[in-house]
């Protein structure tokens, strides 16, 4: 599927689709055994246009990347301690002043019916037979104005753009799982901004509102004067 969207920010990536699925693709890879690392590199590889990257539960040891592919629900002890201010001689995140408001935040996140599989999947290679949940670009400030500014360009409300307090994979996967209808800008998570680019910020959009989006481009400011200026510097 190639993206008007994507030719009209000069996105030299490719905006990323998310399937949850029960039926593993012939031409997937993923990890086999147990990983500990972060998933979002791989969000990246599949934004490059690498091959179809797949997750599943038990293969993801980190708890917070489990949580944000909506394989499941994080654990409120001890991650209230972690996201706060520690316990034990260990020191804690310090990204909720209290643990109290760390479990607000844990008891807040939206749940999802879980697939067996979690693939990114570069757009340009999705299938005409499949239904992503959701999709996720990869862009810098320029391409944000226009996402953003795409966002609210046929809706009378303004808060079709959310920022919501959560880990990376939380920001830029589960809550575009969980359609609400808004579009989430993410990777504000300090501990998501290590193992990806520094100019990078993730913009999810659930779907179905991604085609509505797709649909207004052509009569949209991404034709107009100001925008092709814009583009001259992309």
């Not at 020191?91 to 749940?111: F, I, N, Q, R």
């Not at 501990?191 to 100019?199: E, G």
Request: charged letters at 20%.
């Amino acid at each position: 599927m190639n993206s008007r969207i994507r030719e009209a920010i000069c996105l030299k990536t490719q905006p990323v689709a998310v399937i949850q699925t029960d039926h593993l693709p012939p031409d997937a890879q993923g990890w086999e055994t147990e990983h500990h690392g972060c998933i979002l590199p791989r969000l990246e590889d599949a934004a490059e246009g690498k091959t179809v990257v797949v997750f599943q539960a038990h293969t993801n040891a980190c708890p917070g990347s489990r949580a944000g592919l909506g394989f499941e629900k994080l654990s409120i002890d001890p991650m209230a301690e972690l996201l706060s201010k520690g316990k034990e001689g260990h020191g804690g995140m310090a990204y909720k002043k209290t643990p109290d408001l760390a479990v607000s935040y844990l008891h807040s996140l939206p749940e999802t019916v879980p697939s067996k599989y979690v693939i990114f999947q570069p757009l340009d290679k999705l299938s005409d037979a499949v239904v992503p949940t959701a999709v996720i670009f990869l862009v810098n400030a320029d391409q944000l104005s226009a996402l953003v500014t795409l966002a609210n360009y046929d809706r009378p409300n303004q808060d079709n753009v959310k920022v919501l307090f959560g880990a990376g994979c939380v920001q830029a996967v589960l809550y575009s799982m969980c359609d609400t209808g808004a579009c989430i800008l993410g990777l504000t998570d300090p501990s998501a901004r290590l193992p990806i680019s520094k100019d990078l910020l993730s913009f999810s959009i659930p779907y179905a509102r991604f085609l509505e989006m797709e649909d207004n481009v052509p009569e949209s400011f991404l034709t107009g004067e100001t925008w092709r200026q814009i583009q001259k510097r992309l």
